[in-house]
């Protein structure tokens, strides 16, 4: 057991628990504006900020946790990542502008919603292809841990379950987004696609590696589709799970039992991640830092979820139209 690579993958499912939700509001956005408007921007509104700051929080213990693997895997991405950031700045000033916007012409609220969404899911599409890759080793050459390494998207796309893997992900994304923003009347599409996803998603696992196909791959697979029968079996049920708080932990769970995927080798075998785990004082300020920051996030988080699943105050007075 390496304790320092569990609490590691810990802080990254929960964050990427709360970027998939993002995305999840982001379809929903597009393709329903007028539906679901208010049941996603209610979330999402009070929840963007927390997302990327639970990021920053990741890659920082990421840091402390893997000394000796951070730089060059950022520098292997590079430019993946830097497409990334440009479309996250996009995301951010879009969806900060549609918070604030008053005038409405040909830049309005729904506009600039809708361009946060894009900018989010394209955002989103590079952390999957980034995810493939670290876990895979698709399209990563990588001589050895001292010399330079390359990464080769014409590689990563021929490569056997990466398109897969994308395609498996944001089906079951799509097919659970219902469930989250309790749109009942959509639960017609939860089982389907959610079904497809995760079908795509075990055989992207198995075309990548066999290995990577055991019995604790029924763990994510029951639990996803627990959550999509409950939810189209009664509104008693389906009040449950669409619970924003109850659905992020199993969502959690979810990506924390996805974790020999990437343990004890990612890149394909070809790292070792106790041979790259920090050890000593290092390790210790790992925990303490991670122990600080992980109590002030859940903070942060549990006061946030609160706000975005408060009932609305219809009695509070409305400000008159602006002539």
Do not use: H
Request: glycine share 6%; hydrophobic share 60%.
């Amino acid at each position: 057991m390496n304790l320092i690579f569990e609490t590691n993958f810990a802080i990254f499912a929960i964050f990427i628990s709360l970027f998939v939700t993002e995305m999840m509001g982001a379809v929903v956005i597009l393709l329903f504006w007028k539906q679901a408007k208010s049941a996603v921007l209610d979330y999402i509104i009070p929840i963007w900020e927390v997302t990327g700051t639970f990021g920053a929080f990741w890659v920082v213990t990421a840091d402390f946790a893997y000394p000796k693997l951070l730089i060059p895997v950022a520098e292997l991405f590079a430019p993946l990542a830097i497409i990334g950031l440009i479309i996250l700045v996009a995301r951010n000033a879009s969806i900060s502008f549609a918070e604030f916007i008053i005038k409405r012409g040909w830049l309005d609220e729904e506009k600039l919603y809708k361009a946060y969404a894009v900018s989010t899911i394209g955002v989103g599409l590079a952390v999957l292809v980034a995810i493939s890759a670290i876990f895979s080793g698709a399209g990563v050459t990588v001589p050895s841990i001292t010399s330079s390494w390359s990464f080769s998207p014409v590689a990563w796309v021929t490569s056997a379950g990466s398109l897969v893997f994308v395609v498996g992900t944001l089906l079951i994304g799509v097919g659970t987004a219902p469930i989250f923003f309790s749109l009942k009347a959509m639960k017609r599409y939860v089982l389907p696609l959610t079904a497809a996803g995760i079908a795509l998603s075990v055989l992207s696992y198995y075309l990548c590696s066999s290995s990577y196909v055991s019995a604790m791959t029924l763990v994510p697979v029951v639990l996803t589709l627990l959550a999509g029968i409950l939810f189209v079996f009664s509104d008693r049920t389906a009040e449950i799970v669409s619970n924003k708080v109850v659905f992020i932990i199993i969502l959690s769970l979810i990506i924390f039992s996805l974790q020999p995927v990437a343990y004890p080798n990612i890149l394909g075998g070809a790292v070792s991640i106790d041979n790259v785990t920090t050890s000593g004082t290092m390790a210790s300020a790992f925990l303490l830092i991670t122990m600080i920051g992980g109590v002030m996030l859940a903070i942060m988080i549990g006061f946030l979820l609160a706000v975005a699943m408060r009932p609305k105050d219809s009695s509070a007075p409305k400000l008159a139209p602006t002539p």
